[in-house]
C-alpha cells in the first residue's frame, strides 16, 4: 500500500509564510509526478504546483512569484514554500503523487488527507 503523509498547514496573517511537506511511502517504484492541489469553502479543487521526474514545475496562475515547488527523489517527498500568503490562499491542501507501483506500466493518483491552511488577520 501506499501512503503520503502531510505536514505544516496552520494559522499565519497575511503576508506571512509557510512550507508544506508531504512524504510517500509504502511500494514504490517510481513516480511520475507530485503536487499539491487545494479546496476553499465553496470552490472546487484545483491545481497549485507540481513538478515531474524530469525536473518541470508548473503553477497556477495565482500563486506564480510567490509559491515554490521542490522535490526530493531519494526521499520521495515533495515541499511547497508559500510565501506573501494572502486571504484567498485559505483552503485544504491536499498532497497528491502519481506513481507506479504495482507494475512498471500502470501508474496510479494517491492523496493525502489534507492539511488545513488559514491566512487571517
Known amino acids: 500500500q501506499v501512503q503520503l503523509v502531510e505536514s505544516g498547514g496552520g494559522l499565519v496573517q497575511p503576508g506571512g509564510s509557510l512550507r508544506l511537506s508531504c512524504a510517500a511511502s509504502?511500494?514504490?517504484?517510481?513516480?511520475?509526478?507530485m503536487g499539491w492541489y487545494r479546496q476553499a469553502p465553496g470552490k472546487q479543487r484545483e491545481l497549485v504546483a507540481r513538478?515531474?521526474?524530469?525536473?518541470?514545475?508548473s503553477y497556477t496562475d495565482s500563486v506564480k512569484g510567490r509559491f515554490t515547488i521542490s522535490g526530493d527523489n531519494a526521499k520521495n517527498s515533495v515541499a511547497l514554500q508559500m510565501n506573501n500568503l494572502k486571504p484567498e490562499d485559505t483552503a485544504v491542501y491536499y498532497c497528491?503523487?502519481?506513481?507506479?507501483?504495482?507494475?512498471?506500466?500502470?501508474?496510479?493518483?494517491?492523496w493525502g488527507q489534507g492539511t488545513q491552511v488559514t491566512v487571517s488577520s
Open positions: 497528491n503523487a502519481d506513481l507506479y507501483s504495482s507494475n512498471r506500466y500502470v501508474s496510479y493518483s494517491y
Open positions: 509504502g511500494r514504490i517504484l517510481s513516480i511520475n509526478t
Open positions: 513538478f515531474t521526474r524530469g525536473g518541470s514545475t
